[in-house]
């Protein structure tokens, strides 16, 4: 049950890396763009 608990609260800051690396470079393309 511990193993499960550890992943339950990995998968939403796993979640939050991929998201603030893709928000990321997605400002990053527009200002290599201007």
Same mark, same amino acid.
């Not at 796993?14 to 527009?30: E, T």
């Given at each position: 049950?511990?193993?499960? #608990? &550890? %992943?339950?609260? %990995?998968?939403?800051?796993? =979640? @939050?890396? /991929? @998201?603030? =690396? /893709? =928000? =990321?470079?997605? %400002? #990053?393309?527009?200002? &290599?763009? %201007?």
């Amino acid at each position: 049950p511990q193993n499960f #608990l &550890l %992943m339950h609260a %990995m998968g939403p800051n796993v =979640a @939050g890396v /991929i @998201g603030s =690396a /893709i =928000a =990321a470079g997605v %400002m #990053l393309k527009y200002v &290599l763009a %201007m």
